[in-house]
């Protein structure tokens, strides 16, 4: 008989022990995700969603100074002490694993290309296509590239913008803004972002 409590004291022990490693993993996990959370705020707290021509014109006309942080070195996401090129970004409905715009985006392409043809006539854009973690990694980076272009397709075919001054290109899940693991954090991850080049 003591030999069978023993043997039940040593197993609970032993799944008491297990479920504090799993603990203690979890808390791991999220002071990791804590002490990461200003980094995913950076680009957060610097790219603007502008809403009317005007402020198309505006967000895109001057650089702005880059943030300089504690702990980042130049190299790592900031450069400190330079300008950074002017940069806003644009949330696009697109139908699901898909660059097929949804018709309730073309109010905010319309601002765009009407800055672009009015305020902005010289200025030669990067459009960057960003998408959320949902899918592999690989998938997501060709989907970025499809939806940066079909941005591009709209602008030329509606404000015979040239071809010269919309350049593409598509960083996927790679450069997210807010975290993917929320509904409304993915939806701030899949955005198209402009970016004056000249």
């Not at 997501?140 to 499809?146: C, F, Q, V, W, Y």
Request: glycine share 6%; proline share 4%.
């Amino acid at each position: 008989m003591l030999l069978f409590f023993y043997s039940w004291i040593q197993g609970f022990n032993n799944y008491c022990l297990h479920n504090t490693m799993i603990k203690i993993q979890m808390l791991l996990i999220l002071i990791v995700h804590v002490l990461l959370s200003p980094a995913i705020s950076l680009a957060d707290s610097r790219l603007t969603f502008p809403q009317s021509a005007t402020q198309w014109a505006k967000a895109l006309s001057a650089p702005v100074r880059p943030l300089e942080r504690k702990g980042f070195r130049q190299g790592k996401g900031i450069t400190v002490g330079q300008d950074a090129p002017a940069k806003a970004g644009i949330l696009i409905q697109f139908a699901s694993n898909s660059a097929r715009m949804q018709a309730k985006s073309n109010p905010a392409l319309d601002s765009l290309g009407l800055a672009l043809t009015t305020q902005l006539t010289e200025t030669t854009l990067l459009i960057i296509g960003h998408t959320d973690s949902i899918g592999s990694r690989i998938s997501n980076l060709h989907l970025s590239k499809r939806r940066a272009k079909a941005v591009r397709r709209y602008l030329m075919r509606r404000y015979n913008i040239s071809l010269a001054r919309l350049k593409t290109t598509g960083y996927g899940e790679d450069q997210p803004i807010a975290s993917n693991l929320t509904k409304a954090g993915r939806a701030l991850n899949r955005r198209v972002e402009l970016q004056r080049i000249q």
